[in-house]
């Protein structure tokens, strides 16, 4: 009685169980040796006979198994033997005989005068009496105290739920319920091999059900991205399922099962479960016929698009989704993260090692430095998960290194052959008989405008695009390519000007090309660093390029007034007004040819015009032509002065000078010519010198030619005075110090 009693209340208390393992015999007795010690117990009673009789009305339930009848049972078919294909065997094994289920309907009234030893729970659930999920730390039914309330609680417990078997966990496949299905497995498990008094479910029928249960649950799996929006319970499902498994890997570990018994145990699925997603990923990163094709792309930018595009749209998956239904320590996220970018980056790294075309070397550097790194993180929930990863680059930093090199070279080559291409367009087009076309009013060169600077320009923000050391670099290699090809241009240029005064259309050409020094000095000025050697080298060679261009231009216009200056002291400042209006004419016919100057050229010309125009004026002033006594005349010819100053100063401002400078000389010149008194004549000296300090002694004593009652003493005294008084004076602008006296 004492064996029966320690028997029941191992069958109730499961809890105090030693944990079963796969493959080997459980340490508790089946079912049914509980049933038939009892039975033996009754017996030794006194109602041996009356215990047999009822124990031989159980023994259809006790041979109908949850895979069929042991062998030998007339009527029903042999599945004890081996399953090949576990789903097929499993379904076609069902026996032909009344079910288990059948029986146990048809005997449970008779049955309920028996014990029952209640099945075993798994530590990580317990099946209920429908078959579903029931969670994790229900606790048995406590029963009374005592043999007798030992019986009624298992009993009661028969009459509440039948035992599991392999028909009732393939049903609940059909069902894809999956969970149900593995709480099933892992109860059988408990019960599974044989003992003397009979037969129980095999380990090897349970193992061909759960290689089905496997199977099913792990493709579900395998496609939790595509599932997690379109069936997210049954994704639920395999996950339950897998924590399920790993949950009783755990109990077998912890409990220090011998050796033997831990054949099919642990299941280590968690490990299945990282291989199926590492499988996942690669047929999802692999499959581009989802990523729709992008014109002018190749091969390798279409796998980087849709490689990106899909990890990208995965991940917020994951993150959103997927992430929720595991426990913590499945780290789901990081796994699933570290999967895409590994294969992201052998694939990277596979295209890098290869022989690439220019534009993919771009596109795959674009991806490693810019969009890999700021695209993904875009999506604030997918930028903080992200955050919490290191993932790193998507290539080696030597293999980056060798690869923005090759880019680098590639664009310098790139760069230098459009420039040169340019410069033998621009060099032919000159020679043409054709006049350069105009832009808002101003002659241009339209080859040189557009496609030198923004091939230049547009080199340098693809490679600040990718990044900005690497748009630094070839800035600085550009700007060297600039610097030769100017200085080329300047070569071809000046031979241009000696060669081709006889050109139709030599000086629209000469102002198209110093309107073109306009558009390389903005470039250069707004993105050429200060510390690149190159910016003041380009720089140079564009002063020299429009000096030497306007030099040219104003020439002939030099040329023309020359004659016309000489006629003042021809005619002993006689008829002055004319000719002043003679000069003005002469030079606006010139200056309106001048318009089709961009403004930052056309001002300094106009400068450059009214400096020579007051210049040439002192100059006939300093010729020592006339000499004057008579106060009257002396007079008369400040007056002339004055006017044909206030007349050139009227028409240079009307034509853009801002040489204000130039504006006081020779009033100046007039008053010192008017005043007769020496100690005036002398202030007005110093005035003259204070707002001219480069005019010397030798100017002012071929200017006081002029006054000619002036003595010796008094010239020499005012000679003197000027010589003390721009002794330590530096010129500030030279007009005096260019002019030349015999």
């Not at 504006?663 to 008053?671: F, G, H, I, M, R």
Request: charge should be positive; charged fraction near 30%.
């Amino acid at each position: 009685m004492d064996l029966f009693r320690a028997e029941a209340a191992q069958a109730e208390f499961p809890k105090q169980r030693a944990p079963c393992e796969v493959g080997s015999p459980p340490p508790c007795r089946p079912l049914i040796a509980v049933l038939f010690r009892y039975s033996a117990a009754s017996a030794a009673a006194g109602s041996r006979r009356t215990a047999r009789r009822k124990m031989m009305k159980m023994l259809p339930f006790f041979q109908s198994g949850p895979i069929g009848i042991r062998n030998g049972t007339a009527g029903c078919s042999d599945v004890n033997g081996q399953l090949e294909n576990p789903l097929a065997s499993v379904a076609e094994h069902i026996p032909a005989c009344p079910s288990g289920d059948e029986i146990w309907s048809k005997d449970q009234e008779k049955m309920s005068e028996r014990p029952e030893a209640a099945c075993r729970t798994s530590r990580a659930s317990s099946i209920t009496s429908n078959g579903s999920c029931a969670s994790a730390g229900e606790s048995p039914e406590k029963g009374k105290k005592g043999i007798k309330g030992i019986l009624t609680t298992a009993l009661k417990k028969m009459r509440k739920a039948k035992p599991p078997s392999i028909k009732q966990v393939i049903d609940l496949l059909e069902k894809q319920k999956l969970c149900d299905a593995v709480q099933h497995l892992i109860a059988l498990e408990k019960v599974s091999g044989k003992s003397e008094e009979g037969l129980t479910v095999t380990q090897q029928d349970i193992e061909s059900i759960c290689e089905v249960l496997k199977h099913k649950v792990f493709s579900v799996l395998k496609d939790s991205v595509l599932l997690a929006r379109t069936n997210p319970e049954l994704l639920q499902q395999a996950v339950d399922a897998l924590k399920e498994q790993e949950k009783e890997d755990q109990n077998c570990t912890s409990e220090n099962l011998p050796e033997q018994n831990m054949q099919f145990r642990p299941r280590k699925w968690k490990a299945l479960w990282t291989a199926t997603v590492k499988e996942s990923v690669d047929t999802r990163m692999k499959d581009t016929s989802h990523t729709p094709r992008t014109e002018n792309l190749s091969e390798v930018g279409q796998n980087l698009l849709h490689m990106g595009k899909t990890m990208k749209e995965d991940l917020m998956v994951v993150a959103q989704y997927i992430k929720q239904l595991y426990p913590p320590e499945f780290d789901v996220f990081r796994t699933y993260a570290e999967l895409y970018h590994h294969h992201f980056a052998s694939l990277a790294k596979k295209a890098a090692e290869s022989q690439l075309d220019d534009k993919d070397v771009y596109l795959l550097l674009s991806w490693v430095h810019n969009i890999y790194p700021k695209d993904m993180r875009k999506d604030r929930v997918l930028a903080e998960e992200l955050e919490k990863l290191e993932l790193g680059s998507l290539l080696p930093l030597s293999l980056s290194k060798e690869l923005e090199k090759k880019y680098l070279e590639s664009e310098e080559a790139t760069i230098k052959n459009v420039l040169t291409k340019c410069l033998e367009k621009e060099t032919q087009r000159w020679k043409e008989d054709k006049e350069p076309e105009k832009l808002n009013g101003h002659f241009q060169s339209e080859l040189l405008a557009i496609i030198v600077i923004q091939s230049i320009y547009n080199s340098q923000m693809r490679a600040r695009d990718i990044n900005a050391m690497l748009g630094e670099e070839l800035s600085c290699r550009l700007s060297t390519e600039l610097a030769g090809f100017l200085k080329s241009y300047k070569e071809a240029f000046e031979d241009f000007k000696e060669r081709g005064r006889k050109h139709i259309h030599y000086r629209p050409v000469l102002i198209a090309n110093i309107n073109n020094c306009c558009n390389f000095r903005d470039y250069t000025e707004k993105n050429i660093a200060e510390k690149d050697d190159n910016k003041e080298r380009i720089l140079s060679i564009l002063r020299d390029i429009e000096t030497s261009s306007e030099d040219v231009l104003l020439q002939q216009l030099f040329a023309q007034l020359k004659p016309i200056y000489k006629k003042f002291t021809e005619n002993k400042w006689e008829c002055s007004n004319e000719i002043m209006n003679e000069i003005i004419k002469t030079t606006s016919n010139h200056i309106s040819e001048l318009r089709t100057l961009k403004d930052p050229f056309y001002h300094p010309v106009v400068e450059k015009i009214h400096v020579r125009l007051v210049k040439d004026y002192i100059v006939r002033l300093l010729k020592k032509k006339v000499s004057m006594k008579s106060p009257t005349q002396q007079q008369n010819l400040a007056q002339s002065i004055s006017k044909n100053a206030a007349d050139l100063e009227a028409f240079c401002t009307s034509n853009g000078s801002k040489a204000t400078w130039l504006n006081s000389v020779l009033p100046k010149l007039a008053e010192i010519i008017r005043l007769q008194d020496t100690g005036a004549i002398k202030i007005e000296v110093a005035t003259l010198a204070t707002a001219y300090p480069d005019i010397r002694k030798r100017h002012l004593e071929a200017f006081l030619h002029i006054k000619a009652n002036l003595s010796r003493g008094e010239l020499k005294s005012i000679l003197g005075y000027l010589a003390d008084g721009t002794a330590s004076t530096p010129p500030s602008t030279p007009l005096f110090s260019s002019i030349n006296v015999s």
